[in-house]
């Protein structure tokens, strides 16, 4: 019964480890540089396409 507790800990903080590493890649590699864009982008995209009805 332990054991299997100390398992499932080890794999619950592997887990959260290799979430925790791409939330940095993530942000070094620039992803969260302009969070504002993306919005914009699909607004913009639903104006042209109500646009072309």
């Known amino acids: ?3 299997m507790t100390l398992l499932q800990l080890l794999v619950a903080a592997c887990m959260g480890l290799g979430a925790l ?8 590699s620039g992803h ?3 969070v504002e864009g993306p919005k ?14």
Not at 21 to 28: P, V
């Open 1 to 3: 019964m332990v054991q």
């Open 40 to 53: 914009y982008r699909a607004y913009w995209a639903e104006v042209i396409d109500d646009d072309e009805r």
């Open 21 to 28: 590493c791409l939330l940095l890649w993530a942000y070094f």
């Open 32 to 34: 969260y540089d302009d």
